[in-house]
């Protein structure tokens, strides 16, 4: 019994260390984009990265540039939300729907469906890139948001995990429901989709920290500037001819926002939808 203990000790204190130096390395970026925020752009391109202070270089020229400064970065940043907002509704309404039918009914070639799904998480973009360029192009969608939006509606690791997570409702609950005469939307609707609370906030946060983050797929369909998504606009700033990196640092900056706000608003619920989801079924 005691040794379990000392072992036990040991163990929590590898932990402690193990999530202390993760902790290092995922602030460590964060903390040197900010120093950088205050500095001329020049010193990007000279030092790049840093950890210097230099409160001698300090200034707030990057930020009167960023909110008074001719350019389309807030026309990109309005983009990018209306984007991830509309991409993150569509993919839970229709990933939902899909787990929920996993789930929930026994149907002919379920599990050929499904397993079919469990392919699809193992294929990269860049391999199905090619055909869905041409099925947009063919469809008349280029330069379009519906083309960004539509390839990804049904996402195979949000399916996957709503399944999972709705295989530990009880049937016997959407029995009741069906003797109580409420139709099989209403049992969705009324008594699924408030358990799956938990479930649609960890799933918020990573498909809009996909969304926000997405580049190579909104670079190939995308093509008017005035529809540049954040990270677009922002690869834009450095080219052959020109390059403005004192915007860039500070844009970079500000783009980590949102994604920071969405996750401490929904930790409690990402916590715990994580956990019911990796123990169910």
Request: charged share 10%.
């Amino acid at each position: 019994m005691k040794s379990k203990k000392i072992h036990d000790r040991y163990a929590t204190i590898a932990m402690t260390i193990l999530f202390i130096i993760l902790a290092i390395m995922i602030i460590l970026p964060i903390y040197a984009l900010f120093i950088a925020s205050f500095k001329p752009g020049g010193d990007l391109l000279q030092y790049g990265l840093n950890l210097n202070l230099n409160l001698e270089r300090w200034s707030l020229d990057n930020y009167i540039l960023l909110f008074a400064g001719k350019h389309e970065y807030w026309l990109w940043f309005l983009n990018s939300i209306i984007l991830t907002v509309i991409s993150v509704l569509s993919t839970l309404a229709v990933s939902a729907f899909v787990g929920y039918g996993f789930a929930a009914y026994s149907f002919k070639g379920q599990n050929v469906m499904f397993v079919i799904v469990l392919i699809i998480l193992s294929i990269p973009l860049e391999v199905v890139m090619l055909p869905l360029y041409k099925q947009m192009s063919t469809w008349g969608l280029m330069d379009n948001y519906l083309s960004v939006i539509l390839p990804f509606m049904a996402n195979a690791s949000t399916i996957f995990f709503f399944r999972q997570y709705l295989l530990g409702i009880p049937k016997s609950l959407l029995e009741a429901g069906r003797i109580d005469g409420a139709t099989e939307y209403g049992i969705f609707f009324r008594l699924v989709v408030p358990i799956m609370k938990p479930a649609f906030a960890a799933m918020a946060i990573l498909n809009g920290m996909s969304a926000w983050n997405n580049y190579l797929w909104p670079l190939l369909v995308i093509r008017s500037s005035s529809k540049y998504t954040l990270t677009l606009g922002l690869n834009t700033l450095i080219n052959p001819y020109g390059d403005n990196y004192s915007l860039l640092i500070v844009g970079s900056f500000f783009s980590i926002i949102p994604i920071f706000i969405l996750f401490v608003c929904f930790q409690k619920y990402f916590i715990e939808g994580m956990t019911a989801g990796a123990v169910k079924g």
